[in-house]
C-alpha cells in the first residue's frame, strides 16, 4: 500500500510539473492577436492618456545627420507653438535662414528664408500630427494618419516591449501602422511608409521617446526619424510651456502670404535634377541653407 502511494505521489509531481511547463510555454508561445482591443478604443485610450491642454510652447534641438561614417550632424533650434486641436507652427532657426511651418485648420504652409516654399510640408514635418491632435475624431480622419487602417490591431514585441499596433497585423510592417505601450497606451513607433516585401527602400518611421508629464499633459522628451534604416533626424527637446497665449497672425496663412512673396515653380525646382529621394535632398537643402 505504502509503495503504490510511493509511486502514485511519484507520478503526480511529475504530472504537474509537466502541466506546469506545458502552461509556461503556452504563455510565452500563444498567439499575438490573442485578447486584441479594437482599433477605435485603442485610439480613444491613446488622446485620453495623452492629457489635455490648450496651447504648448516647446523649445528643442533639432539635429540632421549626414550619411558619412561618422555621423557628424547639423544642429538647429527650433520653436514650437501648439494651439490644440488644430493649429501648430514651428520655427527652425539658423545663423542667416529662418524656416516657418504653419498647419491651421488643415492648411498648411512652409516660409523659407522668407519666400514662401511651393511644398507646404513634408514627411518630416508629419511626426507632431500624433501630438498635436488628441481627439479621436480628428485623428480616424484618413488626412491626418494617411494609409493608416485604425479597423486593424494587433499584439506584438518591439525590442522585447509589448505594444498594441494599429493598422497592421503583426509582425507585418509592410504598411503603415502606429505602435502603442501595452501599459501605458502612449505611441512609440510610427511607420509612415511600410517597408517593401524584399527591402527597406522608401522606409519611413519616427520613434517616440522619453514621455514626460508636464501639468496634465504627456509629451516625448527624444523624437528619432528613421529612413531605410538608418537615423536621419532626432529631436531633443529642452523646455516645455503649458497653456501660453500667443498672437492669431502666427498661425494665419493669408496673413503669412501677404508678407513672404511666393517662389516660381521653374526657379525652386532648379536644384531638384538629380533626383535625389526626400531624405537626401533634405540633406543637401538644409547644407546649403545653412553653411
Not at 511529475?14 to 485578447?35: E, G, M, Q, R
Not at 475624431?137 to 494617411?146: E, V
Not at 498594441?164 to 511607420?191: H, M, N, S
Amino acid at each position: 500500500m505504502k509503495y503504490c502511494s510511493f509511486i502514485l505521489h511519484r507520478y503526480t509531481n511529475k504530472f504537474l510539473v509537466i502541466f506546469l511547463c506545458f502552461v509556461l510555454l503556452s504563455c510565452l508561445y500563444a498567439p499575438t492577436n490573442a485578447y486584441v482591443l479594437p482599433g477605435p478604443y485603442l485610439l480613444e485610450q491613446m488622446t485620453q492618456n495623452l492629457g489635455k491642454a490648450k496651447s504648448l510652447l516647446v523649445s528643442q534641438t533639432l539635429v540632421i545627420h549626414d550619411d558619412s561614417p561618422q555621423k557628424s550632424g547639423m544642429k538647429l533650434s527650433e520653436t514650437l507653438r501648439y494651439v490644440f486641436p488644430e493649429m501648430f507652427r514651428s520655427d527652425t532657426l539658423s545663423k542667416n535662414v529662418h524656416r516657418i511651418h504653419v498647419l491651421s485648420k488643415g492648411e498648411a504652409l512652409t516660409v523659407i528664408d522668407e519666400t514662401v516654399s511651393n511644398k507646404s510640408k513634408n514627411c518630416y514635418d508629419h511626426y507632431k500630427d500624433l501630438l498635436l491632435f488628441r481627439f479621436r475624431k480628428n485623428l480616424q480622419d484618413k488626412t491626418f494618419l494617411p494609409g493608416v487602417d485604425i479597423t486593424v490591431s494587433s499584439l506584438g514585441r518591439f525590442q522585447g516591449k509589448p505594444a498594441y499596433i494599429l493598422g497592421a497585423q503583426y509582425p507585418d510592417e509592410t504598411v503603415p501602422q502606429v505602435w502603442l505601450d501595452k501599459d501605458t497606451f502612449r505611441p512609440f513607433r510610427w511607420i509612415m511608409t511600410g517597408k517593401a516585401e524584399q527591402s527597406q527602400e522608401n522606409n519611413f518611421e519616427v520613434r517616440y521617446f522619453e514621455w514626460r508629464k508636464v501639468h496634465h499633459i504627456w509629451y516625448p522628451m527624444r523624437i528619432e526619424f528613421f529612413a531605410t534604416g538608418n537615423l536621419v533626424r532626432e529631436i531633443h527637446v529642452k523646455n516645455i510651456k503649458v497653456n501660453p497665449s500667443f498672437p492669431d497672425d502666427l498661425f494665419n496663412i493669408e496673413h503669412l502670404k501677404s508678407l513672404y512673396p511666393q517662389i516660381a515653380s521653374a526657379e525652386q525646382d532648379q536644384g531638384n535634377k538629380k533626383h535625389l529621394n526626400e531624405v537626401q535632398k533634405t540633406i543637401e537643402d538644409f547644407k546649403k541653407l545653412y553653411e
